[in-house]
Structures are given as structure tokens and as C-alpha cells.
T-cell receptor, first 114, second 113 residues
Framework: ETGVTQTPRHLVMGMTNKKSLKCEQH?????MYWYKQSAKKPLELMFV???????ENNSVPSRFSPECPNSSHLFLHLHTLQPEDSALYLC?????????????FGPGTRLTVL | DAKTTQPNSMESNEEEPVHLPCNHS???????IHWYRQLPSQGPEYVIH???SNVNNRMASLAIAEDRKSSTLILHRATLRDAAVYYC??????????????FGTGTRLTIIP
């Protein structure tokens, strides 16, 4: 595997379910990101992790719970979601700091909440 | 955050150059200009970035106006695979120093065979 991978690619869940999204990067980066892309809104940054520590939370509701066990893996735990949370969830990675660090995105998980 | 303005959509013929404009009149002196694109059913991918001088890479060229209030992404010879939404983004940093990407609605580029 190369680049940034995300699983599952598609997920349908009910409002009372608990599920997790997984992201893995094979680029040796030390920063990882979660973004949300809704049908009617631009891509929004949700969380940022640097060296496994959460450094940014963009006012995300607590029903979204991120976890970063190491610099290569990032999870987004979902519980008690609402239909309006249906969206494409994208993971990205980059080097944490430097002159310029482009972000590399995964293909996303298409989430539908019924 | 400084904002960018892009046309909602553009069309271009295959194998011809494409010029994608971006206005950023409130840009500050240290803001880099990034371009990312998102192909159908994929995550965004980096295209190019610049500060003041024009930039070239294998994917595209970036022409930056002398006053830096606008820029143009140039695809020298568009192919069908260049059909995507193109985002012009001004540099912002997280508190930790990461590049912070604030996406707008971008320009949807359609390539006509």
C-alpha cells in the first residue's frame, strides 16, 4: 500500500449505531487530519494531530471522537450520529512543520446516516 | 482568514491550455497561494503553490500578479483526466504550525473531447 488509505470506503449506519472510520498513511508523515465534505458545504477541517497529539479541534460535536494511536494511524469513532452528518469524510497527512508541507489525502469514506 | 474568489465552472477543449483565475485581494505579505484539485470520487490532491514568483512543476504553472491580488493556474495541455474541481487557497497555519487548508467552492473544470 502506498499513500493514504481509508476504510471502509462506504458506510451506512443508523442513528443509534457505533462505528469507526480508519485511516492509515504510508508516507512517514507525523501530522494527520480529518476533514468533512458535505454535499452543500466546502471541505471543512475537523481535527489535526501532530506526533499523536490532538492539536486542533474545529468545534466538532462530541459524537465524533478521534483517536491517533501512532503517527501512521488515525481513527474517527462515530456514535449517535444525525442524518445531517452524512458526508464524505477525508483523512490527510503531512509533515508536521517545515518550509512547506503539502497534504496528501485519502479517497474518503462515504458515510450515510439513516 | 483571507479569502479567494474563483469562477464556479469553466470548460475547455482537450489538448488546449487552460487558465484558471483566482482573486485574493486581501492577501497578506506572507500568504502562500496553494492550488489543490479534486478529481471525481477522490480526495483532493496538491497541484502547486507559490509566494511571489511564477512557479512551474510537472502538473501546472502558477502565474502570480505583481500586486499578488490575483493568480492564475495554467494547465498547458488539458486532458480528460484534468476534469476536476480546482481550489485556490491562501496559506494559513494551525496553532502548531501545520498548513491549514480552508477550502472554498472551487472551479469545476470540464474538458470537452
Amino acid at each position: 500500500e502506498t499513500g493514504v488509505t481509508q476504510t471502509p470506503r462506504h458506510l451506512v449506519m443508523g442513528m443509534t449505531n457505533k462505528k469507526s472510520l480508519k485511516c492509515e498513511q504510508h508516507l512517514g508523515h507525523n501530522a494527520m487530519y480529518w476533514y468533512k465534505q458535505s454535499a452543500k458545504k466546502p471541505l471543512e477541517l475537523m481535527f489535526v494531530y501532530n506526533f499523536k497529539e490532538q492539536t486542533e479541534n474545529n468545534s466538532v460535536p462530541s459524537r465524533f471522537s478521534p483517536e491517533c494511536p501512532n503517527s501512521s494511524h488515525l481513527f474517527l469513532h462515530l456514535h449517535t450520529l444525525q442524518p445531517e452528518d452524512s458526508a464524505l469524510y477525508l483523512c490527510a497527512s503531512s509533515q508536521a512543520r517545515g518550509t512547506y508541507n503539502e497534504q496528501f489525502f485519502g479517497p474518503g469514506t462515504r458515510l450515510t446516516v439513516l | 482568514d483571507a479569502k479567494t474568489t474563483q469562477p464556479n465552472s469553466m470548460e475547455s477543449n482537450e489538448e488546449e491550455p487552460v487558465h484558471l483565475p483566482c482573486n485574493h485581494s486581501t492577501i497578506s505579505g506572507t500568504d502562500y497561494i496553494h492550488w489543490y484539485r479534486q478529481l471525481p470520487s477522490q480526495g483532493p490532491e496538491y497541484v502547486i503553490h507559490g509566494l511571489t514568483s511564477n512557479v512551474n512543476n510537472r502538473m501546472a504553472s502558477l502565474a502570480i500578479a505583481e500586486d499578488r491580488k490575483s493568480s492564475t493556474l495554467i494547465l498547458h495541455r488539458a486532458t480528460l483526466r484534468d476534469a476536476a474541481v480546482y481550489y485556490c487557497i491562501l496559506r494559513d497555519l494551525t496553532n502548531f504550525g501545520n498548513e491549514k487548508l480552508t477550502f472554498g467552492t472551487g472551479t469545476r473544470l470540464t474538458i470537452i473531447p
